[in-house]
Structure formats: C-alpha cells, structure tokens
C-alpha cells in the first residue's frame, strides 16, 4: 500500500512538472514584454488597443501606443518600429498592405472585425431633402460651401475624396476636402446640425457618430469606397517574424475578435473623457464571457495562466 501511495505521489509529481514546463514553454522571451501597437488617432483603434493594452497589462506584457498618422504608422511597420496594428482597414487600405506584402514586412494575425463600413454621410435632415447619393452633392454645391469633411491629414480616405474630385467624377472639380482630426470634423458637423445647415463628411461604423446624430450613408460611392457604402473588415497585423518571435503574445492578437456594438460603447466611453484602458476594464468585467475564447491557450509572460491573471486584474 504504501509503493502504491509513493508511486502515485511520484505521477502526480511528474504531471505537476510537466504542466509547468508546458506553460514556461509557452511562455514568450523577456525581449517580448514591450509591445509595440500603432495608433492613427482614431477612436476605433483607440478603443481595440485600450482593450488589447488592459490585457497584455494583466498578462505581464508592457503596452506601448504611439499615435502615428496612417502612412507613418505602416512605414514604422516597414521598418521594425510597430508590433502590432489592430487598425488595417480594408479594402480602404489596400495599397499600404500591397506596399507592406511586397516589402514581405508585415503579417495578418486575424480579421479582428467585420460588418464595418466607411463612406461619406450627411445628416438626416439634409437627406429628407433629397440627397441621397454621390450624384446629389453637386446640384447642391452652393449649399455645401463645395466642401467635403474629411479626417487627418495623410488619411487615406481623403486622398481617395480628393483623387474623385481631379477625376471630376459626380461633377465635383473645384470642391475642397476639408482635412482635420476626427473630433474637429465632427465638432463640425455639430455646429451644421445646429443650424440646420447642409454637410457632407467622412462617417464610418463602428462610432458613436451613429448614435449621437442622425446619418444618412450616401449610396454611389462604390468605385471609391466599396460596395455595402464602404463595407469593410478590419484586420491585425504584425511586423514581419514577431509572431516567431513571441508566440505567446501573438496568439492573443490571433484570437481577438471584436464587435460594432462593443466598439460603439467603448468609443462613448472614452470621447466622453474616460481612460482607454480603464474603458476596457469596466467593459470587460460587465462582459466576461467575450475573455475566455481570447485567452486560449495564452499565459503571462513568465508561463502562468493567462486567463487567471486576466480575471484577477479587471476584479471577476
């Protein structure tokens, strides 16, 4: 009886060990702790890397946000600069993933998101009034001052607007886009909806945008923006070989996936003045279920349960 109870002990032992080399092989290298995300300035990514820097905090892992305009934040990629970039969107992004593919300088983790769209808009009330679609805007060029809202200078999104306007597709040679942040713009559009006066501007969902006004998606802008009034899907990348580099880590950023819904409120939360990270805190523990599917298979940076750490640090 008692070899038996000795040798039962001694499994139990090596099962115990072999656990914990297990998880210490997952575990990623120390040179892995800082990760390095791009941030454009948009509230969107804003919100994905609050939520990604709240879980790599819990994890062990150093989150690093640098805000870099679009074209700079893909040529840090380029360069070995920028980790990770939760804010690929595409097909709007296309020639900064075809510049990154053919440099062999990046890798897609995941879609993160889909059923996102991005095109211009205006407000409701200058839609009961009949513009509808691209078409519309030039008949009423005098009304909208010629202008169109765009985002931060640099935006792909805009050089799209202004490439329409060389073109004189719609009839809109002569009009100005209006380069700003996206908070500028939209203070814009406020001060238009106030006084009822005709806007167009730059609108896309996931954003708070939809619920804090009445927008109207103008349809024609296919050959610019996309089918589906700008339909899109949102992918990570990863400079090229951190993946190998740090496993672990990685395979969080493969298994986050995220929801319009779930951006809409994160972004309320953080454009009405709170943190980003604490923003995702409170989501998560009001959301727990979204974090299991996430951490498969990950562990903190010294090879402990992943999911443990997570649910200890948002208080589950």
């Not at 559009?189 to 106030?194: G, P, W």
């Not at 996936?257 to 972004?267: D, T």
Request: contains cysteine.
């Amino acid at each position: 009886m008692k070899t038996a109870h000795a040798s039962l002990r001694l499994l139990a032992g090596l099962f115990l060990s072999i656990a914990a080399t297990g998880a210490a092989e997952a575990a990623d290298a120390p040179a892995c702790k800082t990760v390095r995300l791009s941030d454009p300035g948009w509230t969107d990514i804003t919100a994905t890397n609050g939520v990604a820097s709240a879980l790599m905090d819990a994890l062990g892992y150093q989150p690093d946000v640098k805000t870099l305009s679009v074209p700079i934040g893909y040529q840090s990629m380029k360069n070995g600069e920028i980790d990770v970039f939760l804010g690929n969107w595409m097909p709007a992004q296309k020639a900064f993933r075809d510049d990154l593919d053919k440099a062999k300088a990046a890798d897609v983790l995941g879609r993160n998101l889909e059923g996102a769209k991005f095109t211009l808009a205006v407000p409701q009330y200058v839609a009961d009034k009949g513009i509808h679609d691209f078409a519309d805007l030039a008949k009423n060029g005098d009304s909208f001052s010629r202008k169109i809202y765009g985002i931060e200078p640099g935006a792909p999104a805009n050089a799209n607007i202004q490439k329409m306007i060389d073109a004189n597709d719609f009839g809109l040679k002569g009009w100005e886009v209006v380069e700003s942040g996206e908070q500028a713009m939209l203070a814009q559009v406020k001060r238009a909806e106030q006084q009822k006066e005709n806007i167009v501007f730059l609108a896309w969902a996931p954003h708070p945008m939809n619920r804090d006004f009445k927008i109207a998606y103008l349809s024609g802008g296919d050959a610019y923006f996309g089918p589906n009034f700008g339909g899109a899907e949102v992918y990570t990348l990863a400079r090229s070989g951190w993946a190998q580099q740090c496993p672990n880590a990685a395979t969080l950023f493969k298994q986050l996936r995220f929801e319009i819904g779930m951006e809409n409120e994160l972004m309320g939360d953080i454009l009405g003045g709170t943190d980003a990270k604490a923003a995702a805190k409170s989501w998560l523990k009001a959301h727990p279920a979204v974090i299991e599917p996430w951490l498969k298979g990950v562990t903190t940076l010294d090879g402990k349960p992943g999911l443990a750490a997570v649910k200890t640090a948002i208080g589950l």
